[in-house]
């Protein structure tokens, strides 16, 4: 009996080593809890501003507060009724990214994704003009950066790094499959600025589609960013987490 004992303590203390730290505190893998919402997670990717995969990141998946993932699928149902869907690309962002993203800043040397996403700023004012901060909201858990897709979506060709980049504010910009928005996703410019009185017609009417659609469910948009949204009632609003993107 006592060795049967031993044998259960041991897979007991095993599973709970085996459990992610989010798993125990008030944290969930959204698809878990909406399989439709799309993903589209940069950081895990060479596509984004830093060129590489970012620290943190090992698996592309969105991690949110339990209460953050249930109003995104609240946000979800009423836009599929609309013929859209939602696509995510960050959600939990833990503070070792965004270390990786301060220690890049401070890399002037290192401008090698500046032709797509931050063609009109100066490197050396990334800090100043609010682009890149020591912290993050996202690292509290109730963060995410994402945007809405017409359904059907379309086919949204990978990323080859080393490709020619384009201008993120272009008409002719990285071809993703979401509805026009005027900028691309990450695009450090103040055309990206949600009310930007410059965006008009179809790409204001989907900005202002996924800002109601988000403010109904209880979120709030950055001015600054038409794609980052944070649950009004976050749950964690003074705790920046650091646990790993993965499961």
Request: proline letters at 7%; one cysteine or more.
């Amino acid at each position: 009996m006592s060795s049967m004992r031993a044998l259960l303590l041991s897979l007991l203390l095993t599973a709970a080593v085996a459990t992610p730290a989010h798993a125990t505190s008030g944290f969930v893998v959204l698809s878990d809890v909406d399989p439709t919402i799309r993903h589209d997670i940069r950081y895990y990717t060479a596509h984004n501003f830093v060129g590489t995969r970012v620290d943190g990141y090992r698996a592309p998946l969105c991690i949110l507060t339990r209460q953050a993932a249930k109003a995104l699928r609240t946000v979800q149902r009423q836009v599929l009724r609309q013929g859209y869907t939602l696509k995510v690309y960050d959600c939990y962002r833990p503070q070792r990214a965004v270390d990786h993203f301060v220690r890049w800043a401070r890399d002037l040397g290192d401008q090698r994704m500046k032709p797509e996403f931050y063609p009109r700023v100066d490197k050396t004012r990334l800090f100043e003009d609010g682009y890149i901060a020591e912290k993050s909201g996202h690292s509290r858990g109730s963060t995410l950066d994402l945007t809405i897709v017409k359904l059907p979506p379309r086919y949204q060709r990978p990323y080859v790094p080393g490709e020619r980049l384009v201008d993120c504010a272009a008409p002719d910009r990285f071809p993703d499959n979401t509805v026009d928005m005027a900028t691309g996703y990450d695009c450090f410019d103040t055309l990206s600025h949600t009310d930007d009185p410059r965006v008009t017609g179809q790409a204001k009417a989907h900005r202002q589609l996924l800002k109601t659609a988000m403010a109904q469910a209880g979120f709030r948009n950055l001015p600054e960013e038409w794609w980052h949204f944070t649950l009004n009632d976050e749950p964690f609003p003074d705790t920046y987490f650091d646990f790993p993107v993965t499961r």
